[in-house]
């Protein structure tokens, strides 16, 4: 049950229908019995500055962003913090108290968590890492990685000019690697980020030979539908250790539930199966 004083905050996309947000940050607001609510916001593209600026007149405490509105939102909040900057992305607004917009993203975080909670037994620097793909989500691993001191970060992505331009803007260990040489990048590497859509439900499978890679590397694939990925079901085959995509998502969400409700929320067990039904 919400109040007239209700704690509000929710997730702006184009469209935002798929959006397992509302889902995720709902179990929390329940289950910790928070007056609040997290709501789904359809904003086409060209509405995005007026509805962004009209939060603080709603009440908001903050909203995440998707698809197509994280990189249009930098131009358009008040303050974007740092590792949001580099990237070039934002997920997570927050409205100060002045009506101030922030903006912040916790991709690199939710990613970093997923991987260290999946795998505890991979830590930096426990080697090179190969990355695959070069857009949003691959910005935001590449960024992670870096910082937590991975020594080196092989990037390959079908369109190398688009890798080189991640390299160039994030800096760091990133060699660009040859699309066509992303199988021999392997060899050695301690851990395997996909961050393509590539394996997704309705999209082709990733067409990677692993022949190259020992099997004590980590094998970490962002997508989470499905949650076993082709690439993963292959890697666990030959005994590679491997990490699920729906770690990341549940694990990014915290910062900003923390900062909008008050309370830092738990991922566990419960909370996956209650966003996978």
Same mark, same amino acid.
């Given at each position: 049950?919400?109040?007239?004083?209700?704690?509000?905050?929710? !997730?702006?996309?184009?469209?935002?229908?798929?959006?397992?947000?509302?889902?995720?940050?709902?179990?929390?607001? #329940?289950?910790?019995?928070?007056?609040? *609510?997290?709501?789904?916001?359809?904003?086409?593209?060209?509405?995005?500055?007026?509805?962004?600026?009209?939060?603080?007149?709603?009440?908001?405490?903050?909203?995440? /962003?998707?698809?197509?509105?994280?990189?249009?939102?930098?131009?358009?909040?008040?303050?974007?913090?740092?590792? *949001?900057?580099?990237? %070039?992305?934002?997920?997570?607004?927050?409205?100060?108290?002045?009506?101030?917009?922030?903006?912040?993203?916790?991709?690199?975080?939710?990613?970093?968590?997923?991987?260290?909670?999946?795998? =505890?037994?991979?830590? =930096?620097?426990?080697?090179?890492?190969? @990355?695959?793909?070069?857009?949003?989500?691959?910005?935001? !691993?590449?960024?992670?990685?870096?910082?937590?001191?991975?020594?080196?970060?092989?990037?390959?992505?079908?369109?190398?000019?688009?890798?080189?331009?991640?390299?160039?803007?994030?800096?760091?260990?990133?060699?660009?690697?040859?699309?066509?040489?992303?199988?021999?990048?392997?060899?050695?590497? *301690?851990?395997? !980020?996909?961050?393509?859509?590539?394996?997704?439900?309705? #999209?082709?499978?990733?067409?990677?030979?692993?022949? *190259?890679? =020992? @099997?004590? $590397?980590?094998?970490?694939?962002?997508?989470? $539908?499905? /949650?076993?990925?082709?690439?993963?079901?292959?890697?666990?085959?030959? %005994?590679?250790? @491997? @990490?699920?995509?729906?770690?990341?998502?549940?694990? #990014?969400? !915290? =910062?900003?539930?923390? $900062?909008?409700?008050?309370?830092?929320? #738990?991922?566990?067990?419960?909370?996956?199966?209650?966003?996978?039904?």
């Amino acid at each position: 049950m919400i109040s007239g004083k209700a704690k509000l905050a929710g !997730v702006m996309g184009w469209p935002v229908s798929h959006s397992r947000s509302p889902r995720l940050h709902g179990f929390w607001l #329940q289950s910790l019995g928070i007056d609040g *609510a997290y709501v789904p916001l359809a904003v086409a593209p060209d509405d995005l500055a007026t509805a962004l600026h009209a939060l603080p007149r709603l009440g908001f405490r903050g909203c995440n /962003l998707t698809v197509p509105h994280k990189e249009a939102a930098l131009g358009l909040v008040h303050e974007v913090e740092p590792l *949001a900057r580099r990237i %070039g992305a934002i997920n997570t607004i927050m409205v100060e108290d002045d009506g101030r917009l922030i903006g912040r993203n916790t991709d690199a975080f939710g990613f970093l968590e997923n991987l260290r909670r999946g795998a =505890p037994g991979w830590a =930096p620097p426990a080697g090179p890492a190969v @990355v695959i793909g070069a857009g949003g989500a691959a910005r935001a !691993v590449v960024a992670a990685l870096s910082d937590a001191g991975v020594p080196e970060i092989h990037l390959a992505n079908r369109g190398r000019d688009r890798a080189e331009k991640l390299a160039a803007d994030l800096g760091g260990p990133v060699t660009v690697v040859d699309w066509n040489r992303r199988g021999l990048a392997l060899d050695g590497a *301690a851990l395997l !980020v996909n961050t393509t859509t590539l394996g997704m439900t309705g #999209q082709p499978a990733l067409d990677l030979d692993l022949s *190259a890679m =020992p @099997v004590t $590397a980590v094998v970490n694939d962002i997508v989470y $539908a499905p /949650l076993e990925t082709e690439l993963l079901a292959r890697a666990k085959a030959r %005994g590679n250790p @491997v @990490v699920d995509g729906l770690g990341m998502l549940l694990w #990014q969400a !915290v =910062p900003g539930f923390e $900062a909008w409700f008050g309370t830092r929320p #738990q991922v566990n067990d419960a909370l996956r199966d209650f966003v996978l039904a």
